[in-house]
């Protein structure tokens, strides 16, 4: 089942003939975590959305609180008996009409809602290895930070990286600096210094990155920092690791020659982890 406009339809409802989102790309999504019945972060989530609206000039319903999503939400988790643990993406895009320039303002949204095996987050075991995606670069704007339905570098660098029997590329902004991941924002370790790339370098506005960033500064004698990162510094890291809120975090082990250690990336999925139990 799917949750079109708080209607549940089956997945193979047609949707597409006036789509902007799929025609134009005119769309804005979360993808959220449930877990034991609730939505973790849910507030973060809510106001991304809400900004994300506002910055593309999408006309938001007065009924579309947080309440609302809530509701929403959990309603088709509920339909699909996948409360206890799933992910859910809610996509909002412009109503049909218009080209380029719409004709209407307003909004449909569409919730999918799919099974995901471990309630608690988890480091992936294994070699995860990563190299940079350099076909094509994110632009430092503010579009770049926000969940929009034009993913087209990240499929394109997952194709890349699939092709060259990598677990992930890292992506760079125009100012050719590392600022996330395919599939999400970056932590990269020097001594006892962690660092990843601030909102203004072009990198996703991360809800787990949020998280993480306070989870650390609670570490003692652990400085944590939002400044750019250049490739050159990648193979003089301790660590570098991955977050994003279905997986949490995941340690990359291997940048071309470079191994990495993961002792502070384990330290924070234990603190995550603590606090989801605590919600």
């Known amino acids: 089942m799917i949750n079109f406009n708080g209607t549940l339809l089956s997945p193979d409802t047609n949707l597409l ?18 877990f034991d019945g609730k939505i973790l972060f849910l507030e973060d989530h809510y106001f991304r959305l809400m900004a994300s609206m506002r910055v ?14 809530e509701e929403q939400l959990l ?4 339909a699909n008996k996948l409360t206890e643990s ?5 996509t909002v895009y412009r109503n049909g009409g ?18 995901l095996g471990s309630q608690m987050y ?7 290895e990563v190299d940079l995606y350099k076909d094509f670069y994110v632009t430092k704007q503010l579009l770049s930070s926000i969940k929009t339905t034009n993913k087209i570098i990240n499929i394109t660098g997952s194709i890349f990286a699939d092709e060259n029997g990598l677990n992930n590329c890292l992506l760079l902004n125009d100012s050719k600096n590392v600022i996330e991941a395919l599939q999400g924002n970056i932590f990269m370790l020097m001594g006892r210094k962690l660092i990843t790339p601030p909102v203004s370098e072009g990198c996703l506005n991360g809800i787990m990155r949020k998280q993480i960033l306070a989870l650390a500064k609670k570490i003692e004698n652990l400085e944590v920092v939002e400044e750019p990162i250049s490739p050159f510094e990648l193979q003089k890291a301790d660590e570098l690791f991955i977050t994003n809120v279905i997986k949490g975090i995941q340690s990359i082990t291997k940048y071309r020659k470079k191994e990495y250690e993961s002792d502070v990336a384990n330290d924070l999925l234990i ?9």
Do not use: C, H, W
């Open 98 to 115: 218009g080209y380029y320039m719409p004709t209407d303002r307003s909004i449909s949204y569409l919730i999918q809602v799919s099974p």
């Open 86 to 90: 799933s992910r859910a993406r809610i």
């Open 122 to 128: 988890a480091m992936e075991n294994g070699n995860y």
């Open 75 to 78: 309603t088709l988790a509920k």
């Open 56 to 69: 593309v000039r999408m006309e938001i319903p007065m009924n579309f609180t947080m309440e609302f999503l």
């Open 271 to 279: 603190r995550l982890n603590a606090q989801i139990r605590l919600t």
């Open 17 to 34: 003939v006036n789509n902007r989102a799929f025609l134009y790309g005119d769309g804005v999504f979360e993808t959220v975590k449930i």
